[in-house]
Structures are given as C-alpha cells and as structure tokens.
C-alpha cells in the first residue's frame, strides 16, 4: 500500500512539473517577440494593438529608429480606436525625432483631413511625396483629401499619378472611374472602365459601371449586355441576371426579348418570395409576432402582382399603406432584391451609385406596367 501512495505521488508531482514546463514554455503576455507581433500588424484588434505597443515603449533599451517605429504603429492603432489625441502625441514625438517621417506626415494629414484642416492635411501629404515621389499610395491619400475639400480636378491628377507609377493600383482605378462619373465625363469614364475590366475582370463594380453607363449614354447595346453578363457571373442574383439586360433589351427596341426576361424573373421572384414567406411565418411563429405583421406582409406581395398586372397606381397604395406601417421604401414594385439583393431599402439611405441604379429601374418599373401591351 505504502509503496502505491509513493507512486501515485511521484505522478502527481510529474504531472503538476509537466504543466509547469509547458505553462512556462507558451509566449507570454509579457514575451518580447510575441508583444512586437501584435504591435505590428493591422490583423488583430487596435486596442490590443496599443497594449502590446504601449508594453513595448515601456520597456527600455530601444534605438530611437526603433521607439518611433513602435510608436507610428500605436498612433495608427489610437486613430482606429477614435482616441485622437493620443495618435496626434504619438506623431508630434515622431516627427521631434525625424521631420521628414513618412508615415508619420501621412498618418498626421489623415487626422487633419478628418477633423476639417484639409489646408494642413495637403500640405503634409505634398511633403511626404516631395520625399517619396514614387510612391503611388501618397498620391492616392492625397487625392481622398482633394475629394474632401472638393478640388476634383486635383484630385482625379493624383489617382491617375497614382494608377501611372502602379498599374496593379485598383483602388486607385476605381477612384477615377468615380470621379470621372461625379464630372459627367461619361465618355472618359466609359474608355476608362473598357481598360479596367480587362486589367481586373474580377472586379464586379468596374463591370456594373461599364454596363450602367453604356446603357444610359450610349447605344453600344451589344457591349453593354456584355458587361451585365460578367456582372452577373461575379454578382449572381434575380436581378443581375434577369432585370439588367431586360432593361438593355427595352432601350434597343426588343422588347419581345425584355418581356420574356420579365417573366422568367417574375417566375423566379414568385417562386423565392413563398420560400421567403414560409421562412418569415416560421420565424415570426417562433418569436410570437406572426399577428398584424403577418398579415400586412402580403400586401408586400399583392402589389408586385398588381405592378405585374399593369395596375401600377393600386400597387403603389398598397406599398404606401406597407410603408407607413413599417417604414419600408415604397420605391419599387421589385425593389426587394433588386439593388444588391438587399430587402426593402429607404432610398434616403441610398448612396449615390444606388440612386443611379433606381433611375434605371424606375424605366423598368414603366415598362413592367406596360407588359401586357406588348
């Protein structure tokens, strides 16, 4: 018995040094490398950003190329926290020790930028491109700023600086393309976008964008189909597929081609909006609330058949009496997943491109009217 105690203490005692020597082997809170992993890097939360930093400044021993590197990346992970006064000390400390610290001039013109200053932002963003003229993202910082103030000019110069000194600059291209539209340059932006979707023919808004404007400002049908079609392969929905070339069809003066392309897409609407119904009941069932909501949400329904039947002014008062009982956008009889797939959306709420995109349906919502005409 005895020698049995001695053993099953000897395991213990083992087991306690084994968890001991594994505890001890792990990378603690207070481990050099593993805090300096979480300083530099943007993958992990900002405020374990600055803890790890704030650890690292802390702890002495550090060359002043070093402290400022640490430093930079605690600003820019205060600017991310919205603790503005920190990041602008961080950068003050930097730029003490070196005037001419890049990224402490572009992270210092952000924070001036955001809080109004746009002269001081610029002249730190044209001082760190005055140090560093080759690089492209500078010219792109720049550029937001000028987009700020409200110099597009200036700032459609420095995207295409941007795009110049690096052709694989998306960002930088999907800029241009957007001021080029908010200039109604539209014949720039068309020839623009022609380049970007062969460069990128994986970016879905660069096709949208190329098929929007050719359809609206020009009469290249063929080439705008084109682009509604790889748009719809990178943004598969109802819509992309259905309603965008439908509207092509109508503007080319083949509406036999648009109705059918209505009616599949009705079919298809009919057809998810029963499965969505029946995942509404069940859920508003679970919750105790398939009461009055339940019941006013078919008059969602009935109006996009009145809207399918060409009775568009008695779909428009059942969306009015929907949308002062709930809040929900009246806009369009197939405005449930039309832009982006996203349900019932409050055009006030609607960015620009959006509101672009409603212009173009509001056509087809006419046209629907008119399908038993046809």
């Given amino acids: ?24 082997s792990q990378p603690s809170d207070h481990d050099e490398a593993s805090l300096r992993a979480d300083c530099e890097t943007y993958a992990i939360s900002p405020a374990r950003t600055a803890e790890a930093c704030t650890a690292l400044l802390s702890g002495g021993d550090l060359s002043g190329e070093d402290r400022v590197n640490l430093l930079i990346w605690r600003g820019q992970a205060y600017k991310n926290k919205g603790e503005i006064q920190k990041a602008n000390s ?19 013109g952000y924070l001036r930028s955001e809080a109004g200053h746009y002269v001081e932002a610029i002249e730190d963003l044209s001082r760190a491109i005055s140090i560093d003229p080759q690089n492209a993202s500078i010219f792109k910082h720049r550029g937001v700023i ?23 600059y998306e960002g930088a291209a999907n800029n241009i393309a957007n001021v080029l539209v908010a200039q109604e340059r539209y014949a720039e932006a068309i020839e623009n976008l022609r380049g970007f979707v062969l460069r990128w023919p994986e970016n879905p808004w660069f096709q949208g964008a190329l098929g929007f404007l050719l359809f609206n400002h020009t009469d290249e049908y063929a080439e705008a189909l084109e682009a509604f079609s790889k748009y719809a392969e990178l943004r598969p929905s109802l819509a992309t ?7 092509v069809y109508f503007e080319a003066g083949e509406p036999q081609k648009g109705r059918k392309l209505i ?35 078919q008059i969602l329904y009935r109006s996009q058949a009145l809207a399918r039947a060409g009775q568009v002014e008695a779909a428009r008062r059942e969306y009015n009496v929907f949308e002062e009982k709930f809040g929900v956008s009246a806009r ?17 709420r609607l960015i620009h491109d959006d509101d672009y995109f409603s212009e173009k349906l509001e056509l087809f919502f006419i046209a629907l009217s008119n399908l038993r005409h046809l």
């Fill in 1 to 24: 018995m005895r020698v049995w105690k001695i053993a099953t203490f000897g395991i213990f005692l083992a087991a306690i040094w084994f968890v001991v020597s594994w505890y001890k």
């Fill in 90 to 108: 961080d950068i003050a400390e930097v730029l003490d020790f070196d005037t001419d610290y890049v990224d402490a001039l572009i992270l210092r």
């Fill in 146 to 168: 000028y987009h700020r103030s409200g110099e597009t000019d200036l700032e459609l110069a420095d995207y295409t600086r941007a795009l110049e000194l690096n052709p694989a």
């Fill in 241 to 247: 597929k259905y309603i965008f070339p439908a509207m």
């Fill in 263 to 297: 009616e599949t897409y009705a079919e298809k609407l009919d057809e998810k909006n029963r499965q969505d119904a029946l995942a509404i009941v069940r859920i508003l069932q679970f919750l105790g609330l398939d009461g009055e909501f339940g019941q006013e949400n």
């Fill in 332 to 348: 369009l009889a197939v405005s449930e997943i039309i832009l982006r797939g996203e349900p019932s959306l409050d055009k006030k």
